[in-house]
Nanobody
Framework: QVQLVESGGGLVQAGGSLRLSCAAS????????MGWFRQAPGKEREFVSF???????YYADSVKGRFTISRDNAKNTVYLQMNTLKPEDTAVYYC????????????????WGQGTQVSVSS
């Protein structure tokens, strides 16, 4: 069993920045590939970013060049640095553990955090 706790969300003006954190329980965090997803009101949960066990990263086209995913295995934490935020980035952001399959598909993730709200005002 893995427990994930996100933090760092909040309200920010367009053009601003936030850094989300996702703290994981367990002593084998370095063995996990991790992803970030987001869900806006009335929309499906969508892929944002992924980081593999060896540090390889992937991004949705909508955030490429603005968001950066990273991990600190010593702290059992994955981060999402979000710069140049836009109103359309407003959503609840979730981190999750990838267990297999397409990294872009939420069904490939089996443990999820409770989410953290990000709101970007225009």
């Amino acid at each position: 069993q893995v427990q994930l706790v996100e933090s760092g969300g909040g309200l920010v003006q367009a053009g601003g920045s936030l850094r989300l954190s996702c703290a994981a329980s367990g002593r084998t965090f370095s063995n996990y590939a991790m992803g970030w997803f987001r869900q806006a009101p009335g929309k499906e949960r969508e892929f944002v970013s992924f980081i593999g066990r060896s540090g390889g990263t992937y991004y949705a086209d909508s955030v490429k060049g603005r968001f950066t995913i990273s991990r600190d295995n010593a702290k059992n934490t994955v981060y999402l640095q979000m710069n140049t935020l836009k109103p359309e980035d407003t959503a609840v952001y979730y981190c999750a553990v990838h267990y297999g399959g397409s990294l872009y598909n939420r069904l490939s993730y089996n443990y999820w955090g409770q989410g953290t709200q990000v709101s970007v005002s225009s």
